[in-house]
Each structure stands twice: as C-alpha cells, then as structure tokens.
Nanobody, 114 residues
C-alpha cells in the first residue's frame, strides 16, 4: 500500500522559511521522479518543484531561487526548503510522483501572513 505523508507546514511571516518533508512507504522510492505540488483555495493543484532519481531538479518560475527540492533515498523522504516566503505561497503542499499518481497524501498547510 502506497503512503505519502507530508509534514512541516505552518504559519510564517513573509520573508520567513519552512522545510517540508514527505515520507514515502510502499513504493520503490529511489528511482522515482518525485515532485511537490500545491493547491491554493479555489485554485487547481500546480507543480512546484521536481527531482529525478538522478537528482536533476526543476522549478516553477514563481519559486525559482527561493525553493530547493531534495531527497534522501535511504530514508525514502522528499524535502522542500522554502525561503523568502511570500503570501502567494500560501497553499496546501503535497508530494507525489511526476506525473502524479492516483494516490495523494493529506498535504501540509503553509500559510504566509503577517
């Protein structure tokens, strides 16, 4: 049974930082093309950042230079370091494969507000 558990979200002021984690189980994690997605209220779920099994990364233009995606294959965990957060980064953040598979975790809420 595939399980993705996101954590690390919270309330942060503009300019602040958060580090999200996604623990995967029930899948062979190391070769997978993994990604972070986010969904703001009333919006579609968008791709934020992705990382291949070979550690190649891609980012949405809106987060380039501020977010860093990484992975620890031994721990089957995906990370998203988010710096210089902006109010428009407020969303529920999810991890999944890229392209996304049918299973989704519960996500972790990130709120950027003063």
């Amino acid at each position: 049974q595939v399980r993705l558990v996101e954590s690390g979200g919270g309330l942060v002021q503009p300019g602040g930082s958060l580090r999200l984690s996604c623990a995967a189980s029930g899948i062979s994690f190391s070769p997978l093309f993994m990604a972070w997605y986010r969904q703001a209220p009333g919006e579609q779920r968008d791709l934020v950042a992705s990382i291949t099994g070979g550690y190649n990364t891609e980012y949405a233009d809106s987060v380039k230079g501020r977010f860093t995606v990484s992975r620890d294959n031994a721990k089957k965990t995906l990370y998203l370091q988010m710096n210089n957060l902006k109010p428009e980064d407020t969303a529920v953040y999810y991890c999944n494969r890229r392209p996304a598979a049918a299973y989704w975790g519960q996500g972790t809420q990130v709120t950027v507000s003063s």
